[in-house]
């Protein structure tokens, strides 16, 4: 499958629009009217809360439904555009289910293809050359330090996106989560978990 390059920027050179916004975040800065550092929260915010809910969403009802798992499994750009929530067109979006035998980890060798649509913004560590090619060369180790640790046993596999197919990990529902309803399993979801970097987060004891 071609790897279509054209829709975002590389990392070595700024396409036109960033270095405008570059530009224009320099002069804004120097002339006092923001601050980068409420910028940067902003940012954060959407890698970290504001996006990645939908994807949660999703995850919650796979865990929830059955019948929505068995559809995302089989066709997750529509079971996901069900939600409301899809892609530009021709995007296509494949959901990757971990379980005890495998775990799957999803990287854009290339440059930074991501699910936009479920995930919001990606993280900068994922944009960064080392993950890229670090989480195909040495799947195991790049775990390690986002402490993943996983039994020898698990399989690791790597998915390499494009940007015609983008992949969605929906992580190992956690133990001790059998009666939380939808809404509150949302919350066990993180934005790792989804990438595959992380593991959903254990409920709270009440
Ligand atoms: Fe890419």
Request: hydrophobic residues 40%; negative net charge; charged residues 25%.
């Amino acid at each position: 499958m071609p790897h279509d390059h054209d829709d975002h920027q590389h990392d070595n050179e700024l396409d036109p629009m960033a270095a405008r916004v570059r530009a224009l975040e320099t002069i804004l800065t120097e002339k006092g009217l923001i601050d980068p550092l409420a910028i940067d929260a902003i940012v954060e915010t959407y890698e970290t809360k504001v996006g990645p809910r939908n994807g949660a969403k999703v995850v919650a009802k796979a865990w929830s439904d059955a019948g929505f798992s068995e559809w995302l499994k089989r066709d997750a750009t529509a079971a996901i555009a069900s939600l409301g929530f899809s892609g530009r067109q021709g995007e296509h979006m494949q959901a990757v289910f971990n379980t005890e035998e495998t775990h799957n980890l999803v990287v854009c060798t290339l440059c930074s293809c991501y699910p936009w649509s479920v995930l919001g913004l990606p993280p900068v560590w994922y944009k960064s050359p080392p993950y890229r090619s670090r989480a195909v060369i040495d799947p195991r180790g790049v775990l390690a330090e986002f402490d993943v640790i996983l039994p020898e046993t698990t399989h690791i596999r790597v998915w390499d996106s494009t940007a015609e197919l983008r992949y969605l990990v929906v992580p190992v529902r956690p133990e001790g989560s059998d009666d939380l309803n939808e809404e509150q399993l949302t919350d066990l979801v993180t934005r790792n978990s989804m990438i595959g970097t992380g593991f959903a987060l254990p409920p709270v004891k009440p």
